[in-house]
């Protein structure tokens, strides 16, 4: 079983509409969660921190389910410069090694 | 100001030959990351250093990859007799420190393909 788990999509949503990912982590000694957004042929960027009170960013909500080990990203109002892939990231206690996700597609339609 | 900088940006190597790969950190990142992407996959975590000093060496794929950071700054991946299998994207990233709460800053990596 891999160690962080993600639906590689592609979602395809129209304008407008709210969609949410969810990201599996199988070790319950992780300690830290991310977001990034990666766009075609570039380096990924940071989109939020996920707290464990859970937290929002704009559009964004990111939340933590300890007890079922997932986090998700919940995207309100869907913008054609959302289309990217979100990468779902994942930090243990006792190493420094940050576990991404293969990450899941969005395409956001006119 | 500026960000993470990688060098080549792309690099076309034969196979069985040896090719090095370059980071420069954000100025004041003491933490820097060393990670691999294939085609359509996520991010493999290959190495991290603090400082100068790499507590975690077990992403390495094999023996043939070798990384090293002098001052605390510049930081080079070496392949060693490289074969087909290396063709990947080689990402770079630096944090401010070695926390797990830190955001990693990524430099926009090197293409490499192995013919």
């Known amino acids: 079983r891999k160690e962080v788990e993600q639906d590689p999509g592609p979602f395809n949503v129209p304008e407008g509409a709210t969609v949410a990912f969810n990201c599996t982590y199988s070790n319950s000694a992780s300690q830290s969660f991310f977001w990034y957004r990666q766009d075609c042929r570039k380096e990924p960027k940071l989109l939020m921190s996920v707290y464990s009170s859970g937290n929002e960013d704009g559009r964004f909500t990111a939340q933590l389910n300890r007890a079922s080990q997932y986090i998700s990203l919940l995207i309100r109002d869907s913008k054609l410069s959302d289309s990217a892939t979100y990468l779902c990231?994942?930090?243990?206690?006792?190493?420094?090694?940050?576990?991404f996700g293969t990450g899941t597609r969005l395409k956001v339609l006119a | 100001g500026a960000g993470v900088s990688q060098s080549p940006s792309n690099k076309v190597t034969e196979k069985g030959k040896d090719v090095e790969l370059r980071c420069d950190p954000i100025s004041g990142h003491t933490a820097l990351y060393w990670y691999r992407q294939s085609l359509g996959q996520g991010l493999e975590f290959l190495i991290y250093?603090?400082?100068?000093?790499?507590?975690?060496k077990s992403g390495l794929p094999s023996d043939r990859f070798s990384a090293e950071r002098t001052g605390g700054s510049v930081s080079t991946l070496t392949i060693q007799r490289t074969q087909q299998e290396d063709s990947a994207v080689y990402l770079c990233a630096s944090s401010l420190g070695l926390a797990l709460q830190e955001t990693q800053y990524f430099g926009p990596g090197t293409r490499l393909l192995v013919l």
């Open positions: 990231v994942v930090t243990t206690s006792g190493t420094y090694k940050y576990i």
């Open positions: 250093f603090q400082g100068n000093s790499a507590p975690d």
